[in-house]
């Protein structure tokens, strides 16, 4: 039987055992947090946008390997993209990015997808 770490792909090991934009920004332009009740695993992104593009963009992760891992890859995912691109990135598309995801795994990118909306709502307020 294969250990949990071993059912990862080494690209989703890589962003939690080395994460990207990790912490909170002291001034963000819009920030968001999102959470799945089942699990609790809890997901918060900041980002300091200028002239519509994300310059920098930071996550804090409370939860499961899989979700700290999505949470590093959104945020340097996002860094110097222009809001008005990001509205159609999906879970899907989060799990492709990371080499995939088990089935019990997939809150991880639902909760990475949502955090995300939740931003760009924070986002449009201000645009």
Known sequence: MLSAMERYSEKLLD???????????ASPSAAAEASNPVCGD???????????T????????AGCV????CGSWLAEYLENK????LSSLAPASIEEALGGLPAASHHAAVLAADVLQGLLRELAKTA
């Open 15 to 25: 962003y939690f055992r080395h994460p990207r934009n990790a912490g909170e920004l």
């Open 42 to 52: 809890a997901l918060k992104l900041s980002v300091v946008m200028e002239s519509g």
């Open 54 to 61: 994300l310059m920098q963009v930071r996550f804090k992760a």
């Open 66 to 69: 899989p979700t700290i891992a």
């Open 82 to 85: 222009r809001f008005s691109s």
